[in-house]
């Protein structure tokens, strides 16, 4: 392979590989459908051209063939008259126009025959634009699609690196640590109320066990849980809140309910 043929292959398949990255499905489908027009158009001023052509050979004809008739009774007529010569000229005139209304009849049927298949190939073209249209219609309509889809996906693609997508996670960590702290808070604060409980609770029972081993060493009995050790003086009482001893009645009028 010579050097000038592998250059000019090169030079070819990179000026295809242009072209077809530079083709758009709608503007070539469009481009096609106003070229098919166009050869429509032509086609038909070639139909009409011909049927005009036709029409003509076919005026030519008929006046041919009158002027044959028409010398043929002029012949007969001087024949009649003893003009022989003036016959023998008519008939002559005749002839001639019998022979053109002939060769114009062998050319109307030739131009007959050509004017009926470029009808046909008119009807076929144009039965090919209307079906070339309805599938341009369809294939534009999957090409808006195929380009949507494209451009979601490249859409759907970079939604993960995005800035924006970024900043909603952020935002969805920091809530859930927002919310989190907020449990935790909550889990803290009920543990102490519950050991605040349970230390008013359990305090009773301690003092109560410890003076029983007091007792119990002294031989004596165990004193009562509310009684106060020896020596000690009675504890100031508190100043009473209305409100909390009417609260504290009401609890206990429930408790002997149940």
Known sequence: MGLFDRVSRVVRSNLNAAVSSAEDPEKILDQA?????EDLVNMRQAVAQAIASQKRVERQAEQAQSAATSWQQRAQLALQK????LAREALVRKKTQAETANALKAQLEQQSASVSTIKRQLIGLESKISEAKTKK?????????AK??????KTVGTLGTSSAMGAFERMEDKVLQMEASG?????LAGADLESQFARLESGDDVDYELEAMKAQMLGGSAPAQEALPAGDEPAVAPPKDEAVDAELEALKSELDSL
């Open 137 to 145: 219609d369809m294939l534009k309509a999957r090409a808006s699609a």
């Open 148 to 153: 949507a889809n494209e451009q979601l996906q």
């Open 33 to 37: 459908i106003i070229d098919m027009q």
């Open 82 to 85: 003893g003009q022989e010569d």
């Open 183 to 187: 449990e935790a808070a909550a889990e």
